[in-house]
């Protein structure tokens, strides 16, 4: 069987239908709306990428600069349920570590629901620690994990 071509690339507004599946299917009750993604790939202080696979987008990661800081946050990243296993969460990650390193950014910080598991083994595998807690961080109650790599 042959590999697939995936490639990365910045969003674009004509991206939005698809973002907007991926994420309903990966956070249901806690998913952005159409409003949010595009002020995230028009107009934030940020990067938002997506992941193509023969012209279909099955995954992405949003990138937020803070104000006034050295600090890059990984907004949202999501990897289509179906493509699952295929090491996108890590090709997202290594990504995130790129632009941290263009705009010389001294921390990446993110937060992480704390049963999300294979999330929060993927940001440790890449030199993320925990930092604290946020209680009642997500739609449904439950607490996120705050969690950062200094660069």
Do not use: W
């Not at 995130?96 to 937060?111: F, G, M, S």
């Not at 604290?132 to 961080?137: E, F, Q, S």
């Amino acid at each position: 069987m042959m590999e697939t071509e995936l490639y990365i690339r910045k969003a674009e507004l004509a991206d939005i239908p698809a973002i907007l599946e991926i994420e309903q299917v990966c956070f249901q009750e806690d998913s952005f709306s159409k409003q949010q993604f595009a002020y995230l790939i028009g107009r934030s202080k940020g990067a938002f990428y997506v992941v193509q696979e023969e012209g279909r987008l099955i995954a992405y990661v949003s990138l937020l600069f803070h104000e006034g800081t050295r600090y890059l946050r990984v907004y949202s990243i999501a990897v289509h349920p179906d493509f699952r296993g295929k090491s996108l969460g890590q090709r997202l990650m290594e990504q995130t570590v790129r632009v941290a390193c263009e705009y010389k950014a001294e921390k990446i910080t993110l937060e992480v629901k704390e049963s999300n598991t294979p999330a929060i083994g993927l940001y440790m595998k890449n030199g993320f620690i925990p930092a604290g807690i946020k209680p009642h961080y997500y739609h449904d109650g439950s607490d996120a994990i705050y969690m950062q790599r200094t660069m």
